[in-house]
């Protein structure tokens, strides 16, 4: 089976950048993956918020991100990042990286695989 594993969360101030990335680790993805960032803010449910296809050219984001994140992807190191630039208070959240391979890309329920999440806090 396939590990998602997040990184680059972290604090940053209101209008700045962060690239959180998610590798593969004990198998690469399937060519017929989805990968999918997620995020989880306290108190709330986790919601979708971007996704690429492993194969392909299509690219997905939450209408809350569009023109503000990029999801891109880099198959020779089975990595998937997301590059968030003006980022938003409102933006604070644990991010999660899933995959799946079937289902609707903006439903959490038809990822099979999940990261550990990686925490992000846009500060005013």
């Known amino acids: 089976q396939v590990q998602p594993v997040e990184s680059g969360g972290g604090l940053v101030q209101a209008g700045g950048s962060l690239r959180l990335s998610c590798a593969a680790s004990?198998?690469?993805?399937?060519?017929?993956?989805?990968v999918g960032w997620f995020r989880q803010a306290p108190g709330k449910e986790r919601i979708f918020v971007a996704a690429i296809r492993w194969s392909g050219l299509s690219a997905y984001y939450a209408d809350s991100v569009k023109g503000r994140f990029t999801i891109s992807r880099d198959n020779a190191k089975n990595t998937v990042y997301l590059q968030m630039n003006s980022l938003k208070p409102e933006d604070t959240a644990v991010y999660y990286c899933g995959v799946q391979y079937s289902g609707p890309y903006y439903y959490d329920s038809s990822y099979t695989y999940w990261g550990q999440g990686t925490q992000v806090t846009v500060s005013s």
């Open positions: 004990g198998r690469t993805f399937s060519t017929y993956a989805t």
